[in-house]
């Protein structure tokens, strides 16, 4: 089997490739897989742009050497999805760059399976690719359509602004703590299916989206490193608008939404993993204060804090006591343990 | 350093990210990288659609360990834009996701100013992309516009279609073998240059596709593979368009252009560079024979052959004998000799 083959064995789906367009659902796609590049066209309005994004998800270093292949699957489209989501874009099509040490039947089946029940739930396709034999590595890029008025940039936050996160932390981190203890857990752990099949929040995006388009929404980005790493990039991103100005925070411990897994552990430790844990793929948004009653109405949103004019970020106990949060997102190359 | 400044300080430019927009060159990127994901906008025409097309370079796989890291760069960037140059697509922006085992800065001043002198050729930009550690590899996302009227395609080539090819061909392949045999190249060796160094050919492609949309050329493909690898797919491709059908071609051995880096070598040897070997980025074409006119004044093109109702692909020779070439493309999964 050649690495053709293997394309359009496992990742074309619809027939032949390149008709797309003919189903009518996926209208974004022109031409599909099989050709030099793929056509894509913009059709949910006529101020509607492209946002484009990519990720890569190396063995090791992303995720487990043991991980099964249908979550690793979903798991690299998740994690740009979660990017289109923290742009307010609707999803339209994704290309495949993978490496593989051989061509494993069994395993390209189980991640491509993973792959399209989530592409499935979002009505997109595989639109191209590349397959190489090497190190297991993935690197997805998605495309999705948003109005550039109503796109949640990182780079609109202001001092006065609440903040606010969607659904619950720390629970990926904590299945990754356990791993590297030696404690791993059980499959069907609520922890390890937050850590391998991540729900990208699409639909929570372009809510948001709408919200942003009336000035209900300043800034938002998705929590892919950790709640402090990830909320540094907002401060990072509107402090530099305007030069000599800054922005700051300061969360509130106890209004933290942590995980029930880990209701078991003591507080230091639940801030930590939803602090600097990372993998959970929620969004982190600011907003003004006239927006608290839409954003309660939206549901699953928690206001944790506030922004101030920085520069520092810091994390507020329920007795009024502070810390400076270190202001630095998750570091790949800091060391071979860091991560996994 | 951490990942994020690795991006920051080799791979983003004109200062303050997010803002190619405001320098008037780059119309195609509303936000650049910086963001969740970089926003894009069709500028050209009315009619202009986004042409997508990803792919990736493993270490050991597509280039030898000690290649210079500046002409990685170039290749990494040179091969995406060759696919665009193939479906007729001008280059608005790209996005790099980049495995290394470590943050070495020597290498990313060499590798990011092969990348950028190639992209300024285009006047293109890094709009996105992802950081990691891993074992070297290059995962590139180029974009760029065309009028699906004008795309060359894959899927359009005719019997009685003239084949031509742009340049001269077989030099890369012939530096990898040199390298394998023991013998490698002198630095400054021509076809040393042609393999780390291919030029995309995109003007060509961007004048094929206005021919294209008077019906002057049918498809195209571009060089990666090998010349018989990459015309099977056009064969391929166009046959299966009408089920029941079929196309394929006969090649004319003496009318092959090889690179005169190959003059020493007996024709058999030169013809097997140019049909298996690979790494040419020169565009492969079909036209109807109406075209030959237009197509000899564009110059630079080789006609090559016809096209039949197929399905082989047969070798002609000088006096008349033939002999059938098999139908495909260079198969990266084979064996880890293959290529390099």
Request: aromatic share 6%.
């Amino acid at each position: 089997m050649d690495e053709f083959d293997l394309i359009r064995r496992f990742f074309v789906r619809n027939g032949v490739p390149g008709v797309l367009a003919a189903s009518g659902v996926h209208a974004g796609a022109i031409l599909g897989p099989g050709d030099d590049c793929a056509l894509l066209a913009a059709t949910t309005t006529a101020a509607a742009r492209f946002a484009v994004t990519t990720d890569l998800l190396v063995d090791g270093v992303h995720f487990f050497s043991d991980v099964d292949p249908r979550s690793l699957g979903h798991k690299a489209l998740a994690v740009n999805l979660s990017d289109l989501a923290a742009m307010g874009a609707r999803p339209v099509a994704y290309l495949l760059a993978l490496a593989l040490p051989r061509p494993d039947i069994e395993w390209l089946e189980a991640f491509a399976s993973g792959l399209h029940a989530l592409a499935d739930r979002y009505e997109i396709e595989l639109v191209g690719g590349d397959t190489t034999r090497g190190p297991l590595a993935i690197a997805i890029t998605a495309l999705g359509e948003v109005d550039p008025a109503a796109a949640l940039r990182r780079d609109r936050a202001r001092p006065g602004d609440d903040i606010w996160v969607s659904g619950y932390l720390g629970a990926a981190a904590f299945a990754v703590r356990e791993r590297l203890r030696g404690h791993p857990l059980p499959a069907m752990h609520a922890a390890l299916t937050r850590l391998e099949k991540p729900v990208p929040q699409v639909e929570l995006g372009l809510e948001l989206a709408k919200l942003s388009a009336q000035g209900f929404v300043h800034a938002a980005i998705d929590l892919s490193d950790g709640l402090a790493g990830d909320l540094s990039h907002i401060l990072a991103r509107s402090g530099a608008v305007i030069m000599g100005t800054s922005v700051g925070a300061v969360l509130w411990a106890e209004a933290l939404p942590s995980h029930e897994c880990l209701s078991g552990l003591v507080p230091e430790d639940r801030h930590d993993l939803m602090l600097s844990g990372g993998d959970d793929y929620e969004l982190l948004l600011t907003a003004p204060t006239t927006a608290r009653g839409v954003l309660e109405r939206l549901g699953g949103l928690h206001r944790i804090g506030v922004l101030d004019a920085g520069p520092e970020m810091r994390l507020q106990d329920g007795s009024g006591g502070e810390r400076v949060l270190p202001n630095r997102a998750y570091q790949h190359f800091r060391s071979e343990s860091d991560r996994l």
